[in-house]
């Protein structure tokens, strides 16, 4: 399986990537929304974005409703992997199509766990 790991923290991007590559993901990674769209419109497209919200150039939520609004990306799992935690935000995300949410900071077994319940999780891989 493959992800696009989205934050304008590289320190971030690489702890995402690292705990997705050690769940059996190759990864590639965008600094802001507009970069992940990028990559998504050169024709490499994942089963899973991991997607921070607060970004410069395009931020989390936009890159969330701009994917949704293709048809083409319609299979991407969406998760927000970002420090927003009100409720509302969190409403609004998965309003926008996301179909995960963590709150940063999280633990390996917070990922495995959301991977869990969206089907995601790589085979051979405790639970």
């Known amino acids: ?6 934050d304008d923290s590289r320190t971030m991007r ?3 990537s690292r705990t997705l590559t050690d769940l ?15 990559v998504l419109e050169s024709g490499d497209v994942p089963d899973l974005a991991c997607i921070d919200w607060n970004m410069p150039v395009m931020d989390g939520l936009t890159f969330v409703t701009n ?6 990306w319609r299979g991407v799992t969406l998760m927000m992997v970002t420090t927003e935690s009100e409720h509302n935000q969190i409403v609004r995300a998965l309003a926008a199509g996301a179909h995960e949410y963590l709150i940063k900071p999280f633990t390996t077994d917070a990922i495995r766990d959301k991977l ?12």
Do not use: W, Y
């Open 1 to 6: 399986m493959r992800a696009l790991v989205i």
């Open 14 to 16: 690489k702890i995402v």
């Open 24 to 38: 059996g993901f190759s990864t590639v990674e965008a600094e802001d929304g507009q970069a992940a769209l990028d």
């Open 67 to 72: 994917v949704r609004a293709n048809p083409a």
């Open 116 to 127: 869990d319940l969206l089907g995601l999780v790589a085979v051979g891989e405790p639970a």
